[in-house]
């Protein structure tokens, strides 16, 4: 069965204060490891994929990385506004099942 | 706005009830996700469509039923609703099974 893990499940730091949110999981051969934002009472927005060990993506303020057993979502100099859960989740090999998703970290960047 | 569209953004039914969520996917995208979301169990996986026929199934119960129709916009069946049925419901699209999902605002279902 798939399995993924995220930690911390809540993380509250002050804006412009950089950290790390770590994913780990395991899956019977990984399509793709997928990172999402989720505000309150929306759907979950789609941040990056990754699909090899290695492999790195940037998006403004946000790196994700992905190893063999886990991904790190880096957030660097957050502002208010990321404030939210992010997620991630893992696709296995033939892109034929749904997402299986952790229950997420709860970010919160003060002022 | 991810282009994918859900209705009603908000339903209230009575246990024992049957409900029908609507979903529209983002333009030509062939594969339909619905998802469940509730405070313990986060985010499950139910059914997948691929092009009007069903792909995968996940923790979808025997009650709840899915179709995607020609036009390719797909309806989530809910029958005998259970209080424990409350949740966020999602629908999702990619252009194939393989490719990242795009999520709706999801329908707000309350069993009372």
């Known amino acids: 069965e798939d399995q993924v893990t995220q930690s911390p499940e809540a993380l509250r730091l002050q804006e412009g204060e950089s950290s790390s949110l770590n994913c780990s999981y395991t899956?019977?051969?990984?399509?793709?490891l997928f990172w999402y934002r989720q505000d309150p009472g929306k759907g979950p927005e789609f941040l990056f994929t990754?699909?090899?060990a290695g492999e790195e993506k940037e998006k403004e303020r946000l790196k994700a990385t992905l190893t063999k057993k886990e991904s790190f979502l880096h957030i660097t100099a957050p502002k208010p506004e990321d404030s939210a859960t992010y997620l991630c989740?893992?696709?296995?090999?033939?892109?034929?099942?749904?997402?299986?998703f952790g229950k997420g970290t709860h970010l919160i960047i003060q002022p | 706005d991810s282009g994918v569209t859900q209705t009603p953004k908000h339903l209230i039914t009575a246990t024992g009830q049957r409900v029908t969520l609507r979903c529209s996917p983002r333009?030509?995208?062939?594969?339909v996700y619905w998802y469940q979301q509730s405070l313990d169990q986060g985010l499950q996986f139910l059914i997948q469509?691929?092009?009007?026929?069903?792909?995968a199934k996940g923790n979808i119960l025997e009650r709840f039923s899915a179709q995607q129709f020609p036009d390719l916009h797909s309806e989530l069946n809910l029958s005998s609703l259970e209080l424990g049925d409350s949740a966020l419901y999602f629908c999702?699209?990619?252009?194939?099974?393989?490719?990242?999902?795009?999520f709706g605002q999801g329908t707000r279902l309350t069993v009372v």
């Open positions: 469509y691929y092009n009007g026929e069903e792909r």
């Open positions: 989740a893992v696709q296995r090999g033939g892109g034929a099942d749904g997402l299986t």
């Open positions: 333009s030509g995208d062939l594969s």
């Open positions: 899956v019977s051969g990984l399509r793709g």
């Open positions: 999702a699209s990619s252009p194939g099974g393989d490719a990242e999902a795009f």
């Open positions: 990754l699909y090899s």
